[in-house]
């Protein structure tokens, strides 16, 4: 894998671009600091809840944009090395957990990790929208659940994939195997370690 000051330049970009926290803002857009309200996440699932559909929607969809676009402007505009865009994703999912607008206190990672994947993988996000959708149903509709259900499959199907169908693996870019599955199981590791508070408190429930 070379760096580049370009590849240097477009990965702190990407970390920035993933510290922009659209869910505050839209809330904010909305009258309501989401960071006082319900779970205070600054992520979409807490905008829908305290702020409402539309803005909860318009966070989910530019909380995901955010993770596809560095990488495609990456690749498409600075025409860098395939294996580059797996740690530009990476910085931009870093940047949504541990935003520098924020002192460091971000969202959960789910909807931005989807748009890195979007693009990394695409056939996989299929496949975790469809697992996503079956946890949250099976789980009482509940989110945190259904998210490191749907992120577990990134590794997953990154293993499945490569050995068994590699037409699948990453159609869109050449991605080696080794950096793709480490970037995965990050992903899948850093989402249920931010989700651990919710999964505290779902066991505390249940033991009462």
């Known amino acids: 894998m070379t760096f580049n000051i370009e590849f240097v330049l477009i990965a702190l970009f990407s970390y920035l671009l993933g510290s922009i926290p659209f869910s505050l803002l839209f809330g904010k857009l909305w009258g309501v600091d989401i960071r006082t309200k319900g779970s205070g996440n600054v992520g979409a699932v807490n905008t829908i809840r305290s702020a409402g559909k539309i803005p909860g929607a318009l966070a989910l969809f530019f909380d995901v944009s955010k993770g596809a676009l560095a990488i495609i402007l990456a690749k498409y505009w600075l025409n860098l090395a395939d294996n580059l865009m797996i740690v530009i994703g990476v910085s931009s999912v870093i940047g949504h957990a541990y935003p520098v607008f924020l002192k460091f206190r971000g969202g959960k990672c789910v909807a931005t990790s989807a748009g890195v994947m979007l693009v990394l993988s695409?056939?996989?996000?299929?496949?975790?929208?469809?697992?996503?959708?079956?946890?949250?149903?099976?789980?009482?509709?509940?989110?945190?659940?259904?998210?490191?259900?749907?992120?577990?499959?990134?590794?997953?199907?990154?293993?499945?994939?490569?050995?068994?169908?590699?037409?699948?693996?990453?159609?869109?870019?050449?991605?080696?195997?080794?950096?793709?599955?480490?970037?995965?199981?990050?992903?899948?590791?850093?989402?249920?370690?931010?989700?651990t508070p919710n999964y505290r408190q779902w066991l505390s429930n249940r033991r009462n």
Not at 131 to 137: K, M, P, S
Not at 159 to 188: E, G, R
């Open 122 to 195: 695409p056939i996989a996000i299929l496949v975790s929208l469809l697992l996503y959708g079956i946890a949250f149903f099976c789980s009482n509709k509940t989110p945190f659940i259904a998210s490191t259900v749907g992120t577990a499959v990134f590794p997953i199907f990154t293993v499945w994939a490569y050995h068994y169908q590699p037409q699948w693996y990453s159609p869109l870019l050449d991605l080696d195997y080794n950096y793709f599955l480490i970037a995965t199981m990050f992903l899948f590791v850093l989402i249920l370690y931010k989700h």
